[in-house]
């Protein structure tokens, strides 16, 4: 599934669990206690009602969904004008209020007068985030599937012809991406064993092979359907999601994904990794990965 629509369910799950919220919530008036007969407080006259142990517990699990959720609505719109991320933001931070209720940002003063409202004004606030989405990826702007092998996927099939029928589709663009070529070229001399290191020359070469054909930055067609791309630059760490290190091989490899993803809104882009502590890392993320083509002899 495309990346905007994934952020269009997920968004739609997040409206329906805020709507159970509100149902296990109160508002009670406050304004009997901001006058009296010689002074006036400025405080807002409705509040939320004290929280029920069962609210607090949907609170402590929607909250940090929200806020994952948000983080990668927000690589839409890292390179947007600055009125749509100040949109985004502001609606995040209304949203996060009302769920939260930790007294930042708004302390109250937006809380309505009755239940039903609240329904109403934060089923607009969630609409309005949906809007966001469709200036930056309409949702009838369809995308294709785009592939980030790992080292150890080229390693063990350096064959892109196969990679389609591996992830089901009948178009894909594969993108190798720096963190990988980098890896790759090390182990052509310094791989732990001669295996690998025969495995690394041999991905090498099947690269060099499809540049032969043409220049690997516009992209090259290998056959009908599939394309294969480098991109030579490393990854803008600033502003992707989760606490991404640098330093690291495999955060490297996510944060070149999540920049694809940021630049293809409307395509779906999967990790390709038989590498069970990379796949877990991308679980977490919430980006998508599959298996890399079965090697000869193998089942798939």
């Given at each position: 599934?495309?990346?905007s629509?994934?952020?269009?369910?997920?968004?739609?799950?997040?409206?329906?669990?805020?709507?159970?919220?509100?149902?296990?919530?109160?508002?009670e008036?406050?304004?009997?206690?901001?006058?009296?007969?010689?002074y006036?407080?400025?405080?807002?006259?409705?509040?939320?009602?004290?929280?029920?142990?069962?609210?607090?517990?949907?609170?402590?699990r929607?909250?940090?969904?929200?806020?994952?959720?948000?983080?990668?609505?927000?690589?839409?719109?890292?390179?947007?004008?600055?009125?749509?991320?100040?949109?985004?933001?502001?609606?995040?931070?209304?949203?996060?209020?009302?769920?939260?209720?930790?007294?930042?940002?708004?302390?109250?003063?937006?809380?309505?007068?009755?239940?039903?409202?609240?329904?109403?004004?934060?089923?607009?606030?969630?609409?309005?985030?949906?809007?966001?989405?469709?200036?930056?990826?309409?949702?009838?702007?369809?995308?294709?599937?785009?592939?980030?092998?790992?080292?150890?996927?080229?390693?063990?099939?350096?064959?892109?012809?196969?990679?389609?029928?591996?992830?089901?589709?009948?178009?894909?663009?594969?993108?190798?991406?720096?963190?990988?070529?980098?890896?790759?070229?090390?182990l052509?001399?310094?791989?732990?064993?001669?295996?690998?290191?025969?495995?690394?020359?041999?991905?090498?070469?099947?690269?060099?092979?499809?540049?032969?054909?043409?220049?690997?930055?516009?992209?090259?067609?290998?056959?009908?359907?599939?394309?294969?791309?480098?991109r030579?630059?490393?990854?803008?760490?600033?502003?992707l999601?989760?606490?991404?290190?640098?330093?690291?091989?495999?955060?490297?490899?996510?944060?070149?994904?999540?920049?694809?993803?940021?630049?293809?809104?409307?395509?779906?882009?999967?990790?390709?990794?038989?590498?069970?502590?990379?796949?877990?890392?991308?679980?977490?993320?919430?980006?998508?990965?599959?298996?890399?083509?079965?090697?000869?002899?193998?089942?798939?």
């Open positions: 599934m495309p990346f629509s994934r952020l269009r369910d997920e968004l739609d799950a997040l409206a329906a669990v805020a709507d159970q919220l509100l149902d296990l919530s109160g508002i008036y406050q304004g009997h206690r901001n006058q009296g007969r010689d006036v407080i400025i405080a807002p006259d409705w509040a939320w009602a004290a929280p029920t142990d069962d609210l607090r517990r949907l609170q402590m929607v909250v940090p969904r929200f806020e994952a959720w948000f983080e990668r609505f927000r690589l839409l719109f890292m390179d947007a004008p600055a009125e749509l991320r100040q949109q985004g933001e502001s609606l995040h931070g209304e949203i996060r209020e009302w769920l939260a209720r930790d007294g930042t940002a708004w302390s109250g003063w937006d809380v309505p007068t009755s239940i039903p409202e609240a329904k109403h004004v934060l089923a607009e606030r969630f609409a309005k985030l949906a809007g966001l989405i469709d200036v930056v990826a309409p949702a009838t702007s369809e995308g294709g599937t785009i592939a980030v092998p790992d080292s150890s996927a080229l390693l063990d099939k350096p064959d892109f012809e196969r990679y389609p029928d591996a992830l089901g589709v009948v178009q894909l663009d594969i993108y190798l991406v720096p963190g990988v070529l980098s890896e790759l070229d090390a052509k001399d310094q791989g732990r064993t001669q295996e690998v290191r025969e495995k690394a020359r041999a991905a090498g070469l099947a690269i060099k092979r499809v540049r032969q054909h043409g220049s690997l930055l516009t992209g090259v067609e290998v056959v009908a359907g599939l394309r294969i791309f480098s030579p630059m490393e990854p803008r760490f600033e502003g999601p989760g606490a991404l290190d640098p330093a690291s091989p495999d955060d490297r490899i996510l944060a070149s994904a999540f920049e694809l993803q940021r630049q293809h809104p409307t395509s779906a882009v999967v990790l390709v990794t038989g590498d069970i502590n990379l796949q877990t890392k991308a679980e977490l993320a919430q980006l998508p990965f599959a298996e890399p083509p079965p090697r000869d002899g193998a089942s798939a």
